[in-house]
């Protein structure tokens, strides 16, 4: 029977991505050099923006906490994307490993939602005076978390991880649609009342002896961000695979 | 592709007119949590008109809440929302036709009776308008995507309280736009624009949400 699963090798790395051992190995052989690269870029991003950038002219030095605020929020803005596609995935094709993804994406970014917004407060107190204000961005990134805890709640009210699978995908789904919808909504909500004061987005552009480090600190989160998907995935992978022969080889091993 | 839409939503009137007392009670709610507002707050009508459009589109959104709980629920105990299931026909047209009825049941209701609390709660007068307006095309787009998460939650033991944690977030564009559309007739602009977008966003919801609640109720079977 192995031509039959050998016929079209162009094919094969979507089939061999399905399965969840392949992954568990690849990944495992990837994870180090993962791990020093998150480590060696976060270092230095915040050695070098909390240390060597020069201050803000107007904020001193407690627009420093953006190095680690405005790339919280990247990462939870695109790990909803990367929750609501590994969804669809497992939707329509029906595979297992895309549904673990969708499990493990969902309490890094509900982590990763309340470090940005829990930073922006911290943040907002010596600029704006208040810890918090019902801005546009502040109130869409409240929503967000709302819907990374919502596809959380309805995970784990199943019993059966089939049944829970797809009802959070579909939940995750619905967001993707809703998502920019509230965004704008949120947006022009405010617009009707007070002109913007404080818009984040037509900031003057920064300085580029700033900029720099703010790059690298948002590399480095990508990094750990898939070094954190990867570990939380194969925690799940064990979890559920627990049945099969490989994972007890595997556990059985570690033991010896 | 229209079959079973008519002839679910003509079943569901008729459950919903043989148990009347139930189907009141989002109403009844509706009046009753509104008639806390000034005992809470203040009986005073200036600050009352302040604030009274948001009141309203915000019990309007919990009386909703509240009723689509049930949305499904009887279906799926007495076994006919298998029935329904294992029908060759399109399964997102019987669930449009049962949204429908709910909307009927619940939303239209609420709309015809804001006026009244307009009254109570001294909403300006250039206000009753859109706010009526407002909440016709409202009520739709929340029995909508309330259905979505009435279909997720249905087979769950405590679904009520998970159903609206789900739902809540994805309700938050229509509250803004409807009370974006009172408030801006109350003060002297035009509302014809987050009014539009209001009926934009029920064409969406009209669209898709039978197909994320069927895709939903689906998931009965293998729980």
Not at chain 1, 175 to 188: A, M
Request: net charge positive; proline share 5%; hydrophobic share 55%.
């Amino acid at each position: 029977m192995n031509w039959l699963t050998n016929w079209s090798p162009s094919w094969q790395w979507f089939h061999r991505l399905g399965s969840p051992r392949w992954f568990y190995q690849t990944t495992g052989r990837w994870l180090p050099w993962l791990s020093l690269l998150a480590l060696a870029l976060l270092s230095t991003g915040l050695v070098w923006g909390l240390g060597f950038a020069p201050q803000d002219a107007k904020q001193g030095n407690s627009f420093r906490i953006i190095y680690l605020h405005v790339p919280a929020s990247f990462l939870a803005l695109a790990g909803y994307y990367i929750m609501a596609i590994a969804g669809a995935i497992g939707l329509i094709w029906k595979m297992k490993l895309s549904y673990m993804v969708m499990k493990s994406a969902a309490p890094i970014g509900a982590a990763l939602t309340f470090l940005a917004l829990f930073t922006g407060a911290i943040w907002g107190k010596p600029t704006w005076g208040t810890y918090w204000v019902w801005d546009a961005r502040v109130t869409s990134m409240l929503i967000l978390l709302f819907l990374y805890l919502g596809v959380l709640a309805l995970q784990y009210a199943f019993h059966s991880n089939e049944a829970g699978n797809r009802a959070s995908a579909i939940l995750a789904l619905v967001g993707t649609v809703n998502i920019p919808i509230i965004y704008k909504s949120v947006d022009w909500w405010y617009t009707l009342h007070q002109p913007a004061t404080i818009k984040l987005t037509s900031a003057p552009s920064m300085h580029s002896d700033m900029f720099q480090p703010l790059l690298v600190m948002i590399l480095g989160f990508y990094c750990f961000y898939t070094v954190a998907l990867f570990l939380f995935t194969r925690a799940e992978i064990l979890r559920r695979e627990r049945k099969s022969t490989w994972v007890k080889e595997l556990v059985i091993g570690a033991q010896h | 592709m229209a079959s079973g839409f008519s002839d679910y939503l003509r079943r569901d009137l008729l459950l919903a007119y043989r148990r009347r007392g139930e189907a009141a009670s989002p109403l009844v709610f509706f009046i009753m949590v509104s008639t806390l507002i000034p005992l809470g707050i203040s009986p005073e009508s200036a600050r009352l008109a302040e604030i009274a459009s948001g009141i309203i589109w915000v019990m309007a959104l919990l009386a909703t809440l509240l009723s689509t709980d049930g949305l499904f629920a009887s279906d799926y105990q007495d076994g006919s929302l298998e029935q329904l299931l294992i029908s060759p026909q399109m399964l997102a047209m019987p669930v449009l036709g049962k949204i429908t009825a709910h909307w009927m049941v619940t939303g239209l209701p609420l709309t015809l009776a804001s006026p009244l609390l307009g009254v109570m709660l001294s909403l300006p007068e250039e206000g009753y308008v859109p706010m009526v307006v407002s909440l016709a095309l409202g009520t739709g787009c929340l029995s909508l995507i309330g259905a979505v998460g009435a279909a997720l939650t249905v087979s769950l033991r405590k679904g009520g309280l998970l159903l609206s944690l789900l739902v809540m977030p994805l309700y938050m564009p229509v509250i803004i736009f409807g009370s974006a559309t009172v408030q801006s007739a109350i003060d002297g602009f035009a509302w014809s624009g987050p009014l539009a977008i209001l009926g934009a966003m029920l064409a969406a919801a009209i669209a898709l949400c039978p197909l994320a609640a069927a895709g939903g109720l689906r998931l009965t079977s293998i729980n």
